[in-house]
């Protein structure tokens, strides 16, 4: 799929043969959240009804355009905080853990799984974009400046599934979130940010 994104003229995104992680996450909610059991076959073939339905939420999890264009501010933005002639522009990092996190940490406070958007990449190439992942954060633990965000990878076989996680510092957001993880991706994650989601039902 091709869409037109503000400043970066057309783009693909949402192209199954470089994944179909974001549609994979919002399914996972979308099952979840209509408390159905999970698929048995956790990818079904092209053609499948459920296959049809990965790809549109996939693109359902990007919110074109306006969710290309946040991947893409961040990719261009430097993971530390500066200070340019008297003004300040905050980084990668600032946004994870004074912004983001906090939303997310309200929705598992409530007990609400969300999609998180991976930003894994610094570069003005909007072609890196497909670089980018997305996951499904379902619990966390906190240790003073320390949180271990527990995810569900679309990424990672269903066997190995449990003990996925993303760890971050919190002491430093002027600097650097220092986040280490092992969602089955080739590259680290930079920072995140908690995707907007919309339920939908599932085919049968």
């Known amino acids: 799929m091709t869409v037109n994104l503000p400043g970066l003229g057309k783009v693909a995104i949402g192209d199954a043969s470089r994944g179909l992680c974001g549609g994979m996450v919002f399914t996972a909610l979308d099952v979840v959240t209509a408390?159905?059991?999970?698929?048995?076959?956790?990818?079904?073939?092209?053609?499948?009804?459920?296959?049809?339905?990965?790809?549109?939420?996939?693109?359902?999890?990007?919110?074109?355009?306006?969710g290309g264009a946040k991947y893409y501010q961040w990719m261009i933005t430097p993971d530390h905080t500066s200070d340019i002639l008297g003004f300040t522009r905050r980084?990668?990092?600032?946004?994870?853990?004074?912004?983001?996190?906090?939303?997310?940490?309200?929705?598992?406070?409530?007990?609400?799984?969300?999609?998180?958007?991976?930003?894994?990449?610094?570069?003005?190439?909007?072609?890196?974009?497909?670089a980018n992942?997305?996951?499904?954060?379902?619990?966390?633990?906190?240790?003073?400046?320390?949180?271990?965000?527990?995810?569900?990878?679309?990424?990672?076989?269903?066997?190995?599934?449990?003990?996925?996680?993303?760890?971050?510092?919190l002491g430093n957001p002027e600097h650097s979130a220092q986040i280490t993880h092992d969602v089955?991706?080739?590259h680290g994650v930079r920072g995140f940010f908690r995707v907007g989601y919309r339920p939908s039902t599932p085919p049968n």
């Open 35 to 66: 408390k159905l059991p999970p698929p048995s076959d956790p990818l079904p073939a092209p053609g499948d009804p459920l296959f049809g339905y990965i790809v549109r939420r996939l693109i359902d999890s990007w919110r074109v355009p306006p």
């Open 91 to 130: 980084g990668v990092a600032s946004w994870t853990i004074e912004d983001e996190w906090k939303k997310v940490r309200a929705d598992l406070d409530a007990g609400t799984p969300c999609a998180l958007g991976l930003v894994t990449v610094e570069s003005k190439d909007p072609r890196q974009l497909g």
């Open 133 to 169: 992942h997305q996951v499904v954060a379902w619990g966390y633990e906190l240790d003073g400046t320390s949180v271990r965000i527990k995810v569900y990878d679309p990424n990672t076989p269903r066997a190995n599934g449990d003990g996925v996680h993303l760890s971050m510092e």
């Open 184 to 186: 089955n991706i080739a």
